[in-house]
């Protein structure tokens, strides 16, 4: 099968679960013998080479106009400063409207060279939170499916926040044109279909990992606790500070790692003097880095208030580390039962703390919980089943019998 995956946030470069879970999927599929391309359109300052092969995938990196690079840091002022004047005048959606043009051309181009068969793209788009009217993703010659990692207009229903009337129609657009749909879990297929009002059938296929993480012989330091993702306060990091001050005063040898890009002193604001000792920041690591991290932690914690599927566990979980997650969206749906991992509730800080507390104190139960989770990581959610899974789901809509 020649399939077209479009991504706009492909490593190596920033990015979120949505490079890295279309990235190993395009490898793995590309591994079982079909024709692989990647494209997508990219926003300022994002850097890279504009076209590359990475492990059998071609991958076309196209820009919007305003491709400065000092826009790429959307932490600095300058950046912020550009951004805002360009959105405030109108630039950005003017440019945004070309570029999408100019876009859809290099996509039939695409199409036309490397005969596609099938398009998947995801149901975010990261042009639509800079327009103020409806601007509408491009329509393409062949089958176009949308994979549900997580609308703009799923995760701010779920933190209870109004959704510009533009992105809703956009959002449903995409929907609505796609052939076919498929979601990285089940509880985001049902609620992005009550939020867009969607009503056709939407196929779950989770995303996968590759478990053949390289043994390092690196030895499990029983005291050491990791947190791995963005520190924003949507993924409970902020929560996950609060409850360290209590883990630190019952247990003072233990050490917390963070690792991921973010304001750390919006982090360390809520840290008391004493826990702020034992807690040591790495920032955005690269994969090889952030697996040794994993593999010599005993335990792990991701008290997230909103994913659709969160890689951050299932990494974890491959690297044989005790997970602590959220039983917020779609949480249990990757631990299955209590035998391989703690559900805590973001809210609540206590939990969080003497789950954390609990796992120390009990060696022999966070070792069975590793255990349990790796297994079942690699039972249910490696990349090669779950390639086969994707590649099933799409024949099965180009033969006009996937359920609709």
Not at 286 to 312: C, K
Not at 316 to 326: D, E, F, K, L, R
Not at 353 to 370: E, R
Request: glycine share 8%; charged share 20%; with cysteine.
């Amino acid at each position: 099968m020649n399939i077209l995956y479009l991504c706009d946030e492909y490593p190596p470069g920033r990015h979120g679960g949505i490079g890295t879970s279309v990235r190993l999927l395009a490898q793995q599929m590309a591994k079982h013998g079909n024709k692989v391309v990647v494209a997508g359109l990219y926003g300022p300052g994002y850097g890279g080479a504009d076209e590359f092969d990475d492990e059998g995938v071609k991958v076309f990196r196209f820009r919007r106009g305003y491709n400065f690079d000092f826009l790429g840091d959307e932490t600095s002022l300058l950046s912020r400063i550009g951004m805002r004047l360009l959105n405030e005048s109108g630039l950005m959606e003017r440019d945004i409207k070309k570029s999408l043009a100019i876009y859809q051309i290099r996509l039939e181009e695409i199409i036309a060279e490397y005969n596609i068969d099938i398009v998947e793209m995801p149901d975010y788009n990261d042009y639509v939170r800079f327009c103020k009217s409806v601007v509408p993703f491009p329509k393409l010659s062949v089958p176009v499916m949308v994979k549900m990692h997580g609308t703009i207009t799923y995760f701010k229903n779920e933190a209870k926040q109004a959704v510009p009337a533009n992105v809703l129609q956009m959002e449903q657009v995409i929907l609505n044109r796609a052939t076919g749909i498929s979601s990285a879990s089940k509880y985001t297929a049902d609620k992005s279909a009550l939020y867009l009002s969607y009503n056709k059938h939407i196929t779950v296929l989770y995303n996968g990992i590759d478990t053949n993480i390289p043994a390092k012989n690196i030895i499990k330091k029983a005291k050491q606790v990791i947190f791995t993702g963005t520190l924003l306060e949507k993924k409970g990091i902020y929560q996950l500070a609060k409850a360290w001050n209590i883990v630190n005063k019952s247990c003072p040898d233990a050490q917390l790692f963070i690792l991921g890009k973010g304001p750390l002193q919006k982090v360390r604001a809520y840290l008391n003097a004493a826990a702020e000792s034992s807690v040591i920041f790495k920032g955005h690591v690269a994969t090889n880095e952030l697996y040794s991290f994993l593999q010599e932690s005993a335990i792990s914690v991701f008290p997230s208030y909103a994913e659709a599927f969160a890689l951050a566990p299932l990494e974890a979980m491959a690297c044989g580390t005790a997970v602590i997650n959220s039983n917020r969206t779609s949480g249990p749906e990757l631990l299955g039962d209590e035998t391989t991992g703690l559900l805590i509730d973001p809210d609540n800080v206590e939990q969080i703390a003497s789950s954390i507390i609990y796992l120390l104190n009990n060696p022999d139960v966070c070792t069975s919980l590793a255990k349990n989770g790796y297994e079942r990581v690699k039972e249910r959610f490696e990349i090669s089943k779950i390639a086969q899974e994707n590649l099933a789901f799409y024949q099965k809509v180009l033969d006009g019998i996937a359920p609709i």
